[in-house]
Nanobody
Framework: QVQLVESGGGLVQAGGSLRLSCAAS????????MHWYRQAQGKQRELVAT???????NYADSANGRFAISRDIAKNTVYLQMNSLRPEDTAVYYC?????????????WGQGTQVTVSS
């Protein structure tokens, strides 16, 4: 069973930075893609950033230019570096991994880590 464990959340002032980590229980190269999502209170979960098995990255408009997704294959870990944080970035951030096997799509989630940005 795949496990994803997020860490690195916390309270930061606007303009500050945080780095979130998502540690997988197995090789992250087993996944077709890994994502960071976030969900603010009372809002729908939204996709923030993606990194594929080939290392390609993609970002939501709200994250572009401020956030960076990366990975350390040896450590089975994906990161989300968040800079120039804003109060509207406050949310629970979730790591997600997708594994496609034939017609099956396996979807794994971490437990989430809270990010709070004060103004």
């Amino acid at each position: 069973q795949v496990q994803l464990v997020e860490s690195g959340g916390g309270l930061v002032q606007a303009g500050g930075s945080l780095r979130l980590s998502c540690a997988a229980s197995g090789s992250i190269l087993n996944f077709n893609a890994m994502h960071w999502y976030r969900q603010a209170q009372g809002k729908q979960r939204e996709l923030v950033a993606t990194i594929t098995s080939t290392g390609s990255t993609n970002y939501a408009d709200s994250a572009n230019g401020r956030f960076a997704i990366s990975r350390d294959i040896a450590k089975n870990t994906v990161y989300l570096q968040m800079n120039s944080l804003r109060p509207e970035d406050t949310a629970v951030y979730y790591c997600n991994a997708i594994m496609r096997s034939g017609w099956n799509v396996l979807d794994y989630w971490g437990q989430g880590t809270q990010v709070t940005v004060s103004s």
